[in-house]
């Protein structure tokens, strides 16, 4: 479905505009015509090809992403976004295997749900996505110029920026950013995974969900890739995690 295939319903208010990825045309306008009733702009795309078209063309607030797509793969392509924009993507599976869940997750989603799929629980997973990430932003922004400091790195909360020791500007999903906020708030404290979901906003989880470990194992690989050797955050056996660095708070431009 693109825009001219289904016009716009205009809502009286704007929640944001949502792009459907779906090779499935009964798919992309039962979501669309639904989200649309609930006050979303929302643009659709058939495959990858015509996603990052819009995505060049268009202000996109959160990406619907179905997994198996015709040419390049719903994980190709989260990791594609990924890689430039940290736009929210909730990801679309016909499979429920926990690998094809972690993947996903691995490649930069901020949540997944599972089809055949209830529209409201989809909805629901949407606004949810899309108030933490807005959530995040106006705490950053409403943050001056307030960044802290760990072990060589900077972080820019208003910015949302990640700099490692070495200079180098590290690229953070929505999750990703949120689980890094938990931690150097509640520095060298031993979380467990229900306190790091809840500290975090992550999506509700059953407890045996892995979706929090993915995040922080992906967390963990871009912090230790460039911490000379040294583990930030540390797995205490049975218990949860401690961010191990101390962490100084500071205000101004950092240097």
């Not at 890689?83 to 997944?112: C, F």
């Not at 040294?230 to 500071?250: C, D, E, H, N, W």
């Amino acid at each position: 479905m693109t825009l001219t295939e289904q016009p716009i319903i205009q809502a009286t208010e704007d929640h944001g505009h949502v792009l459907v990825v779906d090779d499935d045309p009964q798919i992309r306008v039962l979501v669309a015509r639904f989200l649309q009733r609930h006050g979303y702009k929302v643009t659709g795309a058939p495959d990858g090809r015509v996603m990052l078209d819009v995505l060049r063309q268009a202000d996109i607030d959160l990406i619907i992403l179905d997994l198996m797509l015709p040419g390049r793969s719903g994980f190709d392509l989260c990791g594609d976004v990924r890689a430039t924009s940290q736009v929210p993507i909730v990801m679309l599976t016909a499979r429920s295997e926990e690998s094809d869940r972690i993947i996903g997750l691995e490649a930069g989603a901020d949540d997944y749900i599972t089809k055949p799929f209830n529209p409201r629980e989809l909805l629901a997973r949407v606004r949810a996505v899309l108030r933490r990430s807005r959530t995040m932003r106006r705490a950053g922004d409403g943050r001056a110029s307030e960044f802290v400091v760990f072990d060589g790195w900077r972080m820019d909360l208003r910015r949302r920026e990640l700099v490692s020791p070495s200079g180098t500007l590290v690229d953070l999903s929505t999750g990703e950013f949120d689980l890094m906020v938990a931690f150097i708030e509640h520095a060298n404290r031993v979380l467990s995974r229900e306190a790091l979901m809840q500290f975090a906003k992550t999506r509700n989880s059953d407890p045996f969900d892995r979706a929090i470990d993915v995040q922080i194992s992906r967390l963990r690989r871009k912090l230790e890739a460039d911490a000379n050797g040294g583990q930030l955050i540390k797995t205490i056996r049975g218990a949860g995690y401690m961010f191990t660095p101390a962490v100084q708070t500071r205000e101004g431009q950092p240097a």
